[in-house]
Structure formats: structure tokens, C-alpha cells
């Protein structure tokens, strides 16, 4: 299984909307409900932000929303803070495994 | 609430194996999938592999198979991951973490350990 596609990096300011994409396959993304996101820190470990393509864990901020299109899935977040800067990590079911994309770095200038 | 705390920082030769812990403390280890989760420096995420305690299943990333084995001892409610044949590309921060669908895996990692830095050099 190939890794999923993300872009290598996103910016945006504070308050702002950005949206990060996750492209796969028909056989991943395409084809389960099975897409998780991940915000990373430095030196931290992932955190789950967003699950089953657009549900939130509780104590999640409900600024990040999921949604997926095709072969393509989204992690949106809105009214961007400084704390979101982070790398970002999709991750799909796919039919034996999951597979993660290659990450996103989100810099909020 | 369940926290996964992982065994520390490991330097090994290659060729040789490594095994890492995750021991769960404040709630229930058995019916949840612990997935092993691993990044290289500078890198990305990669799935190793998972096992569910209660059944004693344990599933691995085509990638890896036939090198690691993932086990899990109920009793102390603790899960392992061995890496054999290391090699410097194994040099990584291997993480355990719980899949929050419980035996019914559903691919969303919801605890993570701490993260056990592996480096494999001679």
C-alpha cells in the first residue's frame, strides 16, 4: 500500500480557514469510512482529532471538522490559533491494514 | 482514564532485536486493540502492526511480517512489540497506541504512549 497524499505544507493566519486534503485510492480512502486525523507537535506524540472521516473525540476543539469526497478526504480548521500550528497526519483503513499520508505542516503566520 | 506508558530509549547493533513495552494503568487494556505506530526522524507515520489482548490476535503490516512479533500479557496489562534483523532504517520513535473501537478495530488511535526512541547503530 502506497501512503496516502497530503500537501507538504499549509498556511494560513490567525482566524482564518484552511483546509487540508488526503488523497488515496479506491482501495483506501474511497472505499472505507475509516479516515482519522492526527495533529502532531514537536517531540509529541499524534493526537486524534478526528475520526470515522468527520467525527470529533470529546474535548476536541469543534473548530476542526472531516469530509470525503471520492478518494479524497479533508481536514478543515476554522478560526485558526497559533496553538494549531502543527503537523497534521491522515490515516486510512485499507482492506489489511491502515496506511498514514506523508504529513502536512500547518504554519500560522 | 487510561494512560499507555511505554519502556525507554533503546541503542542497538545491527542485526540484533529490540523489544518495547506499553504498560496501561486506569481502565480497561484487554478489550481494546493496541496498535504499534512507528516515525523515523523527520518522517511520517507508519502502522507496524496491532494485537488484541482479550483474543490474543495479533495482525502485521505486510512491510514488517515475518520480523516482528507484538504480544500482550493480560495480567499486567501490558503489550510488547520485537523488531528482529534491525537495521539502521529502524532508527525511530516506536509508539503503541489504542484503537478507541475497542475489538472491533476501527483504525482511529485515540491514547498514545510516550514514544521509545530506537537507534540502531554500530
Known amino acids: 500500500q502506497s501512503a496516502l497524499t497530503q500537501p507538504a505544507s499549509v498556511s494560513g493566519s490567525p482566524g482564518q480557514s484552511i483546509t487540508i486534503s488526503c488523497t488515496g485510492t479506491?482501495?483506501?480512502?474511497?472505499?472505507?469510512?475509516?479516515v482519522s486525523w492526527y495533529q502532531q507537535h514537536p517531540g509529541k506524540a499524534p493526537k486524534l482529532m478526528i475520526y470515522?472521516?468527520?467525527k470529533r473525540p470529546s474535548g476536541v476543539s469543534n473548530r476542526f471538522s472531516g469530509s470525503k469526497s471520492g478518494n479524497t478526504a479533508s481536514l478543515t480548521i476554522s478560526g485558526l490559533q497559533a496553538e494549531d500550528e502543527a503537523d497534521y497526519y491522515c490515516?486510512?483503513?485499507?482492506?489489511?491494514?491502515?496506511?498514514f499520508g506523508g504529513g502536512t505542516k500547518l504554519t500560522v503566520l | 482514564q487510561v494512560q499507555l506508558v511505554q519502556s525507554g530509549a533503546e541503542v542497538k547493533k545491527p542485526g540484533s532485536s529490540v523489544k518495547v513495552s506499553c504498560k496501561a494503568s486506569?481502565?480497561?487494556?484487554?478489550?481494546?486493540?493496541i496498535s504499534w505506530v512507528r516515525q523515523a526522524p523527520g518522517q511520517g507515520l507508519e502502522w507496524m502492526g496491532r494485537?488484541?489482548?482479550?483474543?490474543?490476535?495479533?495482525n502485521y503490516a505486510q512491510k514488517f511480517q515475518g520480523r516482528v512479533t507484538i504480544t500482550a500479557d493480560k495480567s499486567t496489562s501490558t503489550a510488547y512489540m520485537e523488531l528482529s534483523s534491525l537495521r539502521s532504517e529502524d532508527t525511530a520513535v516506536y509508539y503503541c497506541?489504542?484503537?478507541?473501537?475497542?475489538?472491533?478495530?476501527?483504525?482511529?488511535?485515540?491514547?498514545w504512549g510516550q514514544g521509545t526512541m530506537v537507534t540502531v547503530s554500530s
Open positions: 486506569g481502565g480497561t487494556f484487554s478489550s481494546y486493540a
Open positions: 497506541a489504542r484503537d478507541l473501537g475497542g475489538i472491533a478495530a476501527r483504525y482511529a488511535f485515540d491514547i
Open positions: 479506491s482501495s483506501d480512502v474511497g472505499s472505507y469510512n475509516l
Open positions: 490515516c486510512s483503513y485499507a482492506g489489511s491494514s491502515p496506511v
Open positions: 494485537i488484541i489482548p482479550i483474543l490474543g490476535i495479533a
Open positions: 470515522e472521516v468527520s
